[in-house]
């Protein structure tokens, strides 16, 4: 018996958002994701003096590097060559926020929700929050 094509369609939408992942780079934001249990750790791509800063998150996350040549590091992970990746890169799942409308509900005691998108100086976040 052929399954119908909704159920097709269901089954190919859920195995597709299981495929997307997100590459995480620079030597915060790798370190904050691999100490983070509910970040989900696929791919860890280091240069030998990224991997010696980051040997304590690294050990607690229990994921295995790729240690990699810092001249042919852009050659490993899909980033733009702009990017400053710092040598290290963590390709991970996405965290599951839940709803926006829930996270940014208004009302007393609600709390502020502040989206930033494509900040490159980590002092304008500041300038932000204050």
């Known amino acids: 018996m052929k399954k119908p094509a909704w159920v097709v369609?269901?089954?190919?939408?859920?195995?597709?958002?299981?495929?997307?992942?997100?590459w995480l780079f620079g030597l915060h934001a790798v370190r904050d994701a691999l100490t983070n249990p509910a970040r989900t750790k696929l791919r860890l791509v280091l240069t030998r003096n990224a991997a010696d800063r980051l040997a304590q998150a690294v050990a607690t996350a229990g994921i295995e590097p790729e240690i990699v040549d810092p001249r042919k590091f852009?050659?490993?992970?899909?980033?733009?060559?702009?990017?400053?990746?710092?040598?290290?890169?963590?390709?991970?799942?996405?965290?599951?926020?839940?709803?926006?409308?829930?996270?940014?509900?208004?009302?007393?005691?609600?709390?502020?929700?502040?989206?930033?998108?494509?900040?490159?100086?980590?002092h304008n976040v500041g300038a932000v929050l204050r």
């Open 9 to 22: 369609d269901k089954e190919r939408t859920r195995r597709a958002a299981a495929a997307e992942t997100v």
């Open 74 to 122: 852009d050659a490993h992970v899909p980033l733009d060559p702009e990017n400053v990746h710092q040598g290290a890169a963590l390709e991970v799942k996405p965290l599951a926020w839940g709803k926006l409308a829930d996270l940014a509900a208004a009302g007393p005691g609600k709390p502020l929700l502040v989206l930033l998108d494509r900040v490159t100086d980590p």
